[in-house]
C-alpha cells in the first residue's frame, strides 16, 4: 500500500469515529439526564484524534527506526514500507478509535482531554521551532570554528582583500586565496544605508499621510496598492534594476560627464530601498494609529494645525515604535541576497563610492557555495563564517529594536 491509500484510509477512520462518537453522545445524553454535555460534537472529535494519534506516534518511531543502520537488503526495507507498516499502522488507528469510544460516558472530561492534546501540540511545536534555530547556531558554529582553523581569525575580520578562490596546485597565483571581509560588509552597509534613505522617507511620509491626511476612501485603494509592492518577488526587482535602473543611471552619467559603472552600489540600494518601502509604511502606519485619538483632540484643542500636531504631538508618541520599525528594515536589507546579485555584482571592492560596484555578504555566500567544491575546503567553510557574523547582526539590531520598543513605549489608558 501507498502513502495516499493509507493516508485516506486513515482519514475515513477518523471521519467515522467522528460520526459515531457523536452519535453515542448524543444518544447517552437523551437516555440519562445524568449525562450532561453542551457540544456532542467534542466527544466525536476526542475519538477522530484518537483515531489518528497512534498512527502518528507509530510514524515518529518508523522514521527514527529507519535512521538506524539495519543490515537489510533494499528489497525487504521496500515491502516492509510498503506492506507491514500501513497495515501496523491501521491496526494502531482501529485500536486507538475503538479505545476512545469505550471512553465515552459520563465520567469522560472530554473537554480538557482535547485541550491537553492541543496543548501538547503547540509545546511540541515550540520545542521543534527553538531546537531547528539552536541547529542552526550549532551548526554554523562548528564550521565556523573549522574555517577558522584553516584561516586566521585577524585575517577574516580586518583583512582588506577578499578572494576566495583557491588554486588546486600549490604553485598557481593565488593558491592560499585572500579572506578579508571588510570590503564584504563595507559594501553590505553601504547599499543598506542606500536603501534605507529611500526607505525611510518615502515609507514614513507615506503612513503619516495615510494615517492624517487622506480620506477613507483614498486609503482603503491606495494602501492595499502600495502594499502589493511586499509580495513582488525580489528576482523581479533584480531584474528591473539590472535592465532598467542601472542602465538608466549609466546613461545619466554619460551625458552629464560622470563613469557610473551599469553594476552599481547605487542601482542595487535604490531598487532595495523601494522594495522595503510597503515594510516601512506598513509598521509605521500601524504604529501611528495606535497613537489614541485623544491625543490629537487635545492638540486641536489648545490650537496646534495638523502639521503641528503631526510633527508635536503624534510623531513624538510613536517615534519608539517607528525606531524599532526602521531597525527590521534594516535587518530585511542586510539580509537580502537577490537584487545585489543582478545589480551591484560580485565584485568585493572596498569602497565607499555608490557608483561603483561592490557586493554584500549574502551575495558571496552564495557564490561560495555554488558549484563542485569540497565541502571542509577553506572557500567553503568560509560561508559558514560569513553567514555566523551575519547571523549575530542582524540578532543584535532585532534585539535592538525590542529595547528601544520596549523602554521608550508609551502606555496609554
Not at 535512521?67 to 486507538?96: E, K, S, W
Not at 509545546?123 to 564550521?143: H, K, P, Y
Not at 578572494?163 to 552597509?189: C, E, Y
Request: glycine share 8%.
Amino acid at each position: 500500500m501507498s502513502f495516499y491509500p493509507f493516508l485516506i484510509a486513515l482519514l475515513l477512520l477518523s471521519a467515522a469515529g467522528y460520526w459515531f462518537g457523536s452519535k453515542k453522545a448524543l444518544g447517552a445524553v437523551r437516555q440519562s439526564t445524568s449525562f450532561l454535555t453542551p457540544r456532542p460534537h467534542q466527544f466525536g472529535l476526542f475519538v477522530a484524534i484518537w483515531a489518528l494519534l497512534p498512527p502518528l506516534l507509530l510514524g515518529v518511531f518508523w522514521v527514527v527506526f529507519q535512521v538506524m543502520p539495519l543490515q537489510l537488503d533494499a528489497g525487504t526495507n521496500q515491502q516492509i514500507d510498503r506492506v507491514f507498516f500501513p497495515v501496523l499502522g491501521l491496526l494502531a488507528a482501529a485500536g486507538g478509535l475503538f479505545l476512545a469510544i469505550r471512553r465515552i460516558g459520563p465520567d469522560l472530561k472530554v473537554r480538557k482531554s482535547i485541550e491537553a492534546v492541543v496543548f501538547g501540540i503547540l509545546i511540541l511545536a515550540s520545542i521543534i521551532s527553538i531546537l531547528t534555530t539552536v541547529g542552526i547556531v550549532f551548526s554554523l558554529l562548528f564550521e565556523t570554528i573549522q574555517f577558522f582553523k584553516k584561516v586566521p581569525m585577524s585575517e577574516f575580520f580586518f583583512g582588506l582583500n577578499w578572494s576566495p578562490q583557491t588554486a588546486l596546485r600549490a604553485d598557481q597565483v593565488g593558491s592560499s586565496g585572500a579572506f578579508g571581509s571588510i570590503p564584504l560588509f563595507t559594501g553590505t552597509l553601504l547599499i543598506t544605508f542606500i536603501a534605507m534613505c529611500v526607505a525611510v522617507p518615502l515609507g514614513l511620509l507615506s503612513a503619516i499621510y495615510m494615517t492624517e491626511y487622506a480620506s477613507d476612501r483614498f486609503r482603503s485603494v491606495v494602501k492595499p496598492l502600495l502594499e502589493i509592492l511586499a509580495g513582488i518577488p525580489t528576482v523581479v526587482y533584480g531584474f528591473f534594476a539590472a535592465l532598467t535602473v542601472g542602465v538608466f543611471l549609466r546613461d545619466t552619467g554619460s551625458a552629464i560627464g560622470i563613469d557610473i559603472v551599469s553594476e552599481s552600489a547605487l542601482a542595487a540600494g535604490f531598487v532595495m530601498g523601494m522594495m522595503i518601502i510597503p515594510f516601512v509604511s506598513s509598521l509605521s502606519d500601524d504604529i501611528i494609529m495606535a497613537v489614541p485619538q485623544s491625543l490629537r483632540d487635545g492638540s486641536y484643542g489648545l490650537g496646534a494645525t495638523r502639521s503641528e500636531t503631526v510633527r508635536k504631538v503624534i510623531l513624538p508618541a510613536a517615534l519608539p515604535g517607528i525606531v524599532g520599525a526602521v531597525l527590521l528594515a534594516v535587518s530585511r536589507a542586510i539580509g537580502e541576497t537577490m537584487i545585489v546579485v543582478m545589480a551591484a555584482g560580485f565584485a568585493a571592492n572596498l569602497t565607499a563610492n555608490p557608483l561603483e560596484a561592490v557586493t554584500t555578504v549574502t551575495v558571496q555566500i552564495v557564490g561560495l557555495l555554488v558549484g563542485d567544491q569540497e565541502f571542509d575546503s577553506a572557500k567553503t567553510l568560509a560561508a559558514f563564517a560569513l553567514a555566523l557574523v551575519l547571523f549575530i547582526v542582524t540578532l543584535c539590531l532585532n534585539v535592538i529594536a525590542l529595547v528601544v520598543v520596549r523602554k521608550y513605549r508609551e502606555k496609554y489608558d
